[in-house]
């Protein structure tokens, strides 16, 4: 079955450290979309990637990196800069351009250690 | 600015009985409104998805509807099941230049037996 995948499912980061958060697709979708999920607020962007090796910043980029080296990969580095990381990160992806995202991931949750 | 308000923040309901969410929007121009559930600890699911035209769209046991004159939408379950449990998020497509979209909170739904 088509899909993405998201892993780890739990990360924990030290302090000053960096860590990369996968997110793999096989319904080969064109973009894909990075989000972030806090407890009572909706969904924000961090980054999304219309094409293989373009991407965009979305709302709240500082203190993240991607890459799209690859149509069916969108990884998303949370660098140390990234002072408040404790989140549950979504990846997402869809047929086309323009912001919709179609599928999910079954996302990551980041923790501070 | 554009706002996506879901109320109520969180509802227990018995099994079997109907309830109705509802979400506000001050996004302008519109384009589109979709309707979302997410599980605790998976990603969204699409629901419903309606244009400005488009005044009710069903999936099944739910309902969403759309009056674009008040900007407001709900979405109705019918006879709901312990598997409707879950989280709904209102998302709202701004149609301009990057077409992005703003996420409500969402509303907690518990469907108890």
């Known amino acids: 079955d088509g899909g993405i995948t998201q892993s780890p499912k739990y990360l924990f980061r030290k302090e000053g450290q960096n860590v990369t958060l996968s997110c793999e697709q096989n319904l080969n979708h064109d973009a894909m979309y990075w989000y972030r999920q806090d407890p009572g607020q909706g969904l924000r962007l961090i980054y999304y990637s219309q094409i293989v090796n373009d991407f965009q910043k979305g709302d709240i980029a500082e203190g993240y990196s991607v890459s799209r080296e690859k149509k069916e990969s969108f990884p998303l580095t949370v660098t140390s800069a990234q002072k408040n990381p404790t989140a549950f990160y979504l990846c997402?992806?869809?047929?086309?351009?323009?912001?919709?995202?179609?599928?999910f991931g079954d996302g990551t949750r980041l923790s501070i250690l | 600015k554009n706002q996506v308000e879901q109320s109520p923040q969180s509802l227990i309901i018995l099994e079997g009985k109907n309830c109705t969410l509802q979400?506000?929007?001050?996004?302008?121009?519109?384009?589109?409104l979709r309707w979302y559930k997410q599980d605790t600890g998976r990603g969204p699911v699409s629901l419903t998805i309606?244009?400005?035209?488009?005044n009710t769209k069903s999936n099944g046991r739910y309902t969403a509807t759309l009056d674009a004159d008040t900007k407001q939408s709900s979405l109705h379950i019918t006879a709901s099941q312990l598997s409707d449990s879950a989280s709904y998020i209102c998302?709202?497509?701004?149609?301009?230049?990057?077409?992005?979209?703003?996420f409500g909170a969402g509303t907690i739904l518990r469907v108890k037996s």
């Open positions: 998302v709202v497509r701004v149609m301009e230049y990057g077409n992005k979209l703003v």
């Open positions: 997402a992806s869809s047929t086309g351009q323009g912001y919709q995202p179609q599928h």
């Open positions: 309606m244009t400005f035209s488009e």
């Open positions: 979400c506000n929007y001050t996004v302008s121009p519109f384009s589109n």
